[in-house]
């Protein structure tokens, strides 16, 4: 964490969680930090008990965190994902 994300306290943004036929397959937390946004993965591989967790991927605002998750979730829906914010 650097000193300008220490000066204010993180702020959960929102959660998006993806599922496919009642099973995870990835769950996205946008996370405001005052000075940068932050998206949090974990995906689910199928046939794996533990969930990968790649990034984290570091925006300069929400509005660019926002614009990530929702390509995400788009490219989900497409591949027949239900998306459910948590």
């Known amino acids: ?16 969680h993806a599922r496919r036929d009642g099973r995870s397959i ?6 405001d930090h005052g000075s940068s946004c ?13 969930p990968a967790r790649p990034g984290p991927y570091t925006f300069a605002d929400a509005r660019e965190a926002t614009a990530f998750v929702t390509e995400a979730v788009e490219a989900l829906m497409y591949l027949g994902c239900d ?3 948590a």
């Open 83 to 85: 998306i459910q914010a």
């Open 38 to 50: 932050v998206v949090e993965a974990e995906v689910f591989p199928s046939g794996s008990a533990e």
């Open 1 to 16: 964490m650097s000193a300008a994300e220490g000066t204010s306290p993180a702020r959960e943004l929102f959660v998006r």
């Open 26 to 31: 990835a769950v996205m937390r946008a996370v």
